[in-house]
């Protein structure tokens, strides 16, 4: 079980719509990620948000629009994905951004298929 | 780009240690050694942390060079469950703050 809840589990999607990702934690957290898991390989960092403010964004498209609308939910905005964005996209949460001694809670994340 | 090297792949039989080594050459004085896995279709799961000292949790042992150079994650009795992707990572400071930049990890075959 884990304390981070994404919805929903698996997702299919054509190249036109528009669909959201929704992540919750209810721990306290003040710092949320979005990180995108290709086939066979490690997670890569997309967003952070601290203090429900974005933080970092590393370069990512415009097609997807991160939203922390309070201190516990963080939605990811799909719009336009091309087919090479179906991915596993995971969900992490910690005590704050800054600290050094604070380990991330993932979600067991959302598994995007483009049509 | 991420902090630590580890190798791709390793065994283990069932019931017997796993020792996981990871490289932190650069690592700084004030960062810390994570530790996470993900077995296949969840998310990672944090295992353990440690700064300097020797650390053990229910999951696992972590023992961290003096130099704090390199470190070894021990499964003390690993099971058919342990088979997952390890993860060893120091998180990489940046302007907004910390990011936690996964490597390729090192994948886990535990045998029956």
């Known amino acids: 079980d884990t304390e981070v809840t994404q919805t929903p589990k698996h997702l299919v999607m054509g190249m036109t719509n528009k669909k959201s990702l929704k992540c919750e934690q209810h721990?306290?957290?003040?710092?949320m990620y979005w990180y995108k898991q290709k086939a066979k390989k490690p997670p890569e960092l997309m967003f952070v948000?601290?203090?429900?403010?974005?933080?970092i964004n590393e370069s990512v498209p415009s097609r997807f629009s991160p939203e922390c609308p309070n201190s516990s939910l963080l939605n990811l905005h799909l719009h336009a994905l091309q087919p090479e964005d179906s991915a596993l996209y995971l969900c992490?949460?910690?005590?704050?951004?800054?600290?050094?001694?604070?380990?991330?809670?993932f979600g067991d994340g959302t598994r995007l298929s483009i049509l | 780009d991420a902090k630590t090297t580890q190798p791709p792949s390793m065994d283990c039989a069932e019931g017997r240690a796993a020792n996981l080594p990871c490289n932190h050459s650069?690592?700084?004085?004030?960062?810390?050694v994570y530790w996470y896995r993900q077995i296949h279709s969840q998310g990672p799961q944090y295992i353990i942390h440690?700064?300097?000292n020797n650390e053990t949790n229910e999951m696992a042992s972590l023992i961290i060079t003096e130099d704090r150079k390199s470190s070894t994650l021990i499964l003390p009795h690993a099971t058919l469950r342990d088979t997952a992707v390890y993860y060893c990572?120091?998180?990489?400071?940046?302007?907004?703050?910390?990011?936690?930049?996964f490597g390729a990890g090192t994948r886990l075959f535990v045998k029956a």
């Open positions: 992490a949460s910690s005590l704050t951004l800054q600290g050094l001694n604070q380990p991330q809670h």
């Open positions: 721990m306290g957290h003040r710092a």
């Open positions: 948000y601290s203090y429900e403010k974005l933080s």
């Open positions: 650069t690592i700084s004085g004030n960062e810390y």
């Open positions: 440690g700064l300097k």
């Open positions: 990572i120091v998180r990489v400071a940046s302007t907004g703050g910390f990011k936690t930049i």
